[in-house]
Nanobody, 127 residues
């Protein structure tokens, strides 16, 4: 089973940038998508972005389009989330997730499409 470990969270001022990393340990051959979700205090977990492991297709939530970029390094089994022009409303715990079951493209934004999750990393954006 794939294990995921996030890193790179922290405190940043509004307008700043931050890069999150997610390391996929052990078997990665069954991964279809790797995504990022986030959960702010008192709110439900929401989709941020995802990337197809084989072909690299990317999908973004409207709230982060043009500001966040997801990328992957298949050789290193890593996924990255480059966040720019950060806003206080981006403050949340960010989770890396892997979809290892067959995944329909129309459902890649849904958390139940992902069966493996990291422990989360806190991102705090100050105003």
């Amino acid at each position: 089973q794939v294990q995921l470990v996030e890193s790179g969270g922290g405190l940043v001022q509004a307008g700043g940038s931050l890069r999150l990393s997610c390391a996929a340990a052990e078997r990665t051959g069954t991964i279809n998508y790797m995504g990022w979700f986030r959960q702010a205090p008192g709110k439900e977990r929401e989709f941020v972005t995802t990337i197809g492991w084989r072909f690299g297709y990317t999908y973004y939530a409207d709230s982060v389009k043009g500001r966040f970029t997801i990328s992957r390094d298949n050789a290193k089994n890593m996924v990255y989330l480059q966040m720019s022009s950060l806003k206080p409303e981006d403050t949340a715990v960010y989770y890396c997730a892997a979809a290892t079951r067959p995944t329909v493209r129309s459902t890649v934004h849904m958390s139940n499409s992902y069966d493996t999750w990291g422990q989360g990393t806190q991102v705090t954006v100050s105003s």
